[in-house]
């Protein structure tokens, strides 16, 4: 996991393929003004949704994780909590993976937690279990997903 500043982000447009096709949308968009949606990119392979909505108790939260994607958080408004763990110390014997969402949820609590501000982003890799959106109050934020493709996922 990366934490930094979204002003920050252009020096990771070469670190994975498709992230400098998430820097050119940033530098030619306001995501601040954004409205909710999906935003595509680059088809399947890159795309954002951006997202409004109310802040969780830790208690609701679960860990998730991708097999196919890396996330890019970028916290538009409010106060994000974001509960992680590294994936390899996760129980993932009989975590129902859902192919067409790209998630697993999983029992196992956090280790850490990380809160963002506004303005900050979070690279969440397949290895970084995280629970996002947790909590008081409301939030806006961008998801940049970038496929890096995997055995269960290919695109064209």
Not at 8 to 16: A, D, I, R
Not at 74 to 95: A, F, H, M, P, Q
Request: proline letters at 2%; a negative charge.
């Amino acid at each position: 996991m990366i934490l930094d500043s979204l002003k920050s982000f252009e020096k990771y447009q070469t670190l994975q393929e498709g992230f400098d096709k998430v820097y050119q949308f940033i530098k030619k968009n306001d995501l601040y003004s954004m409205e909710a949606g999906k935003y595509e990119i680059d088809g399947k392979k890159v795309y954002c949704t951006i997202s409004e909505g109310e802040l969780r108790d830790v208690e609701e939260a679960k860990l998730e994780i991708h097999d196919s994607y890396i996330d890019i958080h970028v916290l538009l408004d409010g106060s994000e909590t974001i509960g992680i763990k590294d994936r390899s110390k996760c129980n993932t014997d009989n975590t129902k993976y859902q192919e067409a969402d790209d998630i697993a949820f999983l029992e196992d609590e956090p280790e850490n937690y990380v809160v963002m501000g506004i303005g900050n982003i979070a690279v969440i890799f397949p290895a970084d279990a995280h629970a996002p959106l947790l909590g008081t109050g409301n939030f806006k934020k961008a998801v940049f997903k970038v496929h890096v493709g995997n055995n269960r996922s290919k695109l064209n």
